[in-house]
């Protein structure tokens, strides 16, 4: 079974340009998961949806980042416009069911900006 | 808001020798779940417990949640090389929140 698909695994990219990571959860799952993981901050979780609603995203940042999920199988995380100290691993996760349950986690997106 | 923490930040152990690492929250919690990530990796989910006092194992781990639901171990019998890693509890706030602690990198010398 396909596990949680993202992508890129890399992306480099200058401050200001914009960047887009994508997601595509395990088939069947209801609930999305953006996680942001660096050495100083560990992983924060950023937003997370639940049957295609954003429930909670009171970790994003800021209005540089947005991200969205138009149907079950894809979501898209989006920073605009980029800086550097945006350079970290970003994880999707997904999970099924109601209430807290297992996530299950990409191979993640490790993104610099220069 | 809730706070989680682990320790110890890091610890090198022995092939053959124990582990423990510990988490701690500032809130009673619903329900607490351990995950793994090995260098390079992402996390894996390894156990959710839900009741107060429970024990549960799994081969060389034993995962137990406190009677007040505030605090939560992971322990290892007997490490080995492939328990490398850093070892993240994450705690759900009853449904308010849910926080990753900070990890505790394991590192195993053969």
């Known amino acids: 079974d396909a596990g949680v698909i993202q992508s890129p695994r890399h992306e480099v990219t200058e401050m200001g340009q914009e960047v887009t990571l994508r997601c595509k959860p395990i088939s069947g799952h209801n609930s999305l998961f953006w996680y942001r993981q660096t050495m100083m901050r560990g992983l924060e979780l950023l937003i997370y949806?639940?049957?295609?609603?954003?429930?909670?995203d009171s970790g994003m940042p800021e209005d540089r980042f947005s991200a969205k999920m138009p149907n079950a199988s894809f979501s898209t995380l989006k920073i605009q416009p980029s800086e550097p100290r945006d350079s970290a691993v970003y994880f999707c996760a997904s999970s099924y069911g109601t209430g807290p349950q297992p996530q299950h986690f990409g191979d993640g997106t490790r993104l610099s900006i220069l | 808001g809730q706070q989680v923490m682990q320790i110890p930040q890091y610890q090198h152990v022995q092939e053959g020798e124990d582990f423990t690492t510990y988490c701690n929250s500032s809130?009673?919690?619903?329900?607490i779940q351990w995950y793994k990530q090995r260098p390079g990796g992402h996390p894996v989910f390894l156990i959710q417990?839900?009741?107060?006092?429970e024990v549960k194992k799994q081969k060389r781990l034993t995962f137990q949640f406190g009677e007040a639901k505030k605090n939560s171990s992971l322990h290892i019998t007997a490490t080995q090389t492939t328990d490398v890693g850093t070892y993240f509890c994450?705690?759900?706030?009853?449904?308010?929140?849910?926080?990753f602690g900070p990890g505790t990198r394991l590192s195993v010398l053969p």
């Open positions: 994450a705690a759900d706030n009853y449904g308010q929140n849910f926080v």
């Open positions: 809130t009673t919690l619903s329900n």
């Open positions: 949806f639940n049957n295609n609603v954003p429930i909670d």
């Open positions: 417990l839900v009741k107060s006092g």
